[in-house]
């Protein structure tokens, strides 16, 4: 995958090389944002890209509980096609970076990142929301449109992409055109206006779930098989135990309260920060829990012990898919019943279990040799990518962090 290509400008109608019937229209108030709810979830339960992670639900509880935290607006663009049927969605926001993001203070972002509070509630695998069958249409429609109305934003930055997202191939036309190009023609090139760069930057860790448990636990390593053994043997002869599933939306206050106190307790353990210090986090998971319940896409369990709850884990049901999202337990009986492998291991059996699901997804982490390789997962690179407008700021800012950097290094012997 190229590090860096070069996009050049649209000076003339002729190549544009979607259809004139094909139009992108900006969602920038929220009641307009609400109404989309049903044409939303429509297309993204169709999608071959689609997850929980940009569902309506998600983004727009998101945007409920975020919207005044920091200088952002909303820039949802639609595409809709000659029937005003809406075949695509770009869930984007622009966001006022404080001056340590120079040169890229006006930056374009997706929707559920970017918060300023310290929550970083990090929906992952998100892009793009386009109608099978609509892609390329739709991709260069945003394109077209994004380069159009370029002095709206000064750069785009997207984190936790996974391989070919459709936001890897904006401006793949402009691109591919001016790579076919076999003119040696200087005075027929245009000035680029958009620099793109990929990065590799993090990994997503999963299990393609066997068909019975017992060929799961045989596909781990001896060690990690008898530690998983022998903390059940533990817990059936020692404690008095029970799993609780939270179905009823009466308890989703309480059960996140639950999960909270035992992420303090497990992070505070590990002296790290735990999310659920921040007011927001804690907000946006207790309304959006209550909207996806009903559409059977939350696995939250706490285990107990007698009436004491030690233990929780909290999952998004996506498809054929679950990815557990956050737990916590109790630091005093965490190690001696491997609290944690506990409930990741109840919840690999029991989606084992669940004809539905086909996989385990551990999500993302900064290194690739994390405790969830224990588990026998697969990993996976994920990306982020940047969209960065040529001109003076740009050119000031690439001499500043390249030439001027490397030249003062040199000169204090810095390697």
Not at 160 to 179: D, G, K, P, V, W
């Amino acid at each position: 995958m190229p590090v860096q290509d070069v996009i050049h400008t649209l000076d003339n109608a002729e190549k544009i090389t979607t259809a004139l019937s094909n139009r992108v229209s900006v969602i920038t108030k929220t009641d307009e944002f609400f109404a989309l709810r049903d044409q939303w979830n429509a297309i993204n339960e169709s999608s071959p890209k689609g997850t929980v992670f940009v569902s309506w639900e998600w983004l727009y509880t998101w945007w409920e509980t975020y919207a005044k935290d920091g200088n952002r607006k909303l820039y949802i663009l639609t595409c809709t096609n000659n029937r005003h049927q809406l075949i695509g969605i770009a869930p984007f926001q622009i966001i006022q970076n404080p001056k340590k993001y120079y040169p890229c203070s006006r930056q374009l972002i997706l929707l559920g990142t970017g918060e300023t509070d310290g929550s970083f509630v990090f929906g992952e695998y998100m892009d793009l929301i386009i109608q099978q069958g609509q892609e390329q249409r739709v991709i260069d429609c945003f394109s077209n449109f994004l380069i159009k109305n370029n002095s709206l934003w000064d750069g785009m930055k997207f984190h936790e992409l996974l391989e070919n997202s459709y936001l890897s191939r904006l401006f793949s036309a402009q691109i591919n055109e001016n790579t076919n190009d076999s003119s040696n023609n200087s005075a027929n090139k245009e000035k680029p206006l958009i620099v793109k760069q990929i990065k590799a930057k993090g990994f997503r860790t999963y299990i393609d779930l066997p068909e019975t448990y017992k060929d799961y636990l045989m596909g781990l390593r001896k060690k990690m098989r008898n530690n998983i053994t022998r903390t059940f043997s533990r817990l059936e002869s020692e404690q008095n135990y029970t799993i609780e599933t939270i179905d009823d939306e009466s308890k989703v206050n309480q059960s996140i309260d639950i999960l909270a106190n035992l992420n303090l307790s497990r992070r505070g353990y590990m002296k790290k920060h735990s999310v659920f210090e921040q007011e927001n986090f804690v907000k946006f998971h207790k309304r959006v829990i209550k909207r996806l319940l009903s559409k059977n896409q939350i696995s939250f369990k706490i285990l107990y012990f007698d009436d004491e709850p030690v233990a929780a884990l909290y999952s998004f049901i996506d498809g054929d898919t679950i990815h557990p999202y956050q737990s916590g337990f109790e630091t005093e009986n965490g190690h001696r019943y491997s609290l944690l492998t506990t409930m990741l291991s109840k919840e690999i059996e029991s989606s084992i279990e669940n004809p539905q699901l086909k996989r385990f997804n551990f999500m993302y982490s900064d290194e690739e040799g994390t405790y969830k390789k224990r588990y026998s997962g697969t990993t996976e690179t994920m990306y982020t990518l940047s969209f960065d407008k040529t001109g003076a700021k740009f050119s000031m800012y690439q001499w500043i962090h390249g030439r001027l950097k490397q030249g003062i290094k040199k000169l204090l012997r810095v390697e």
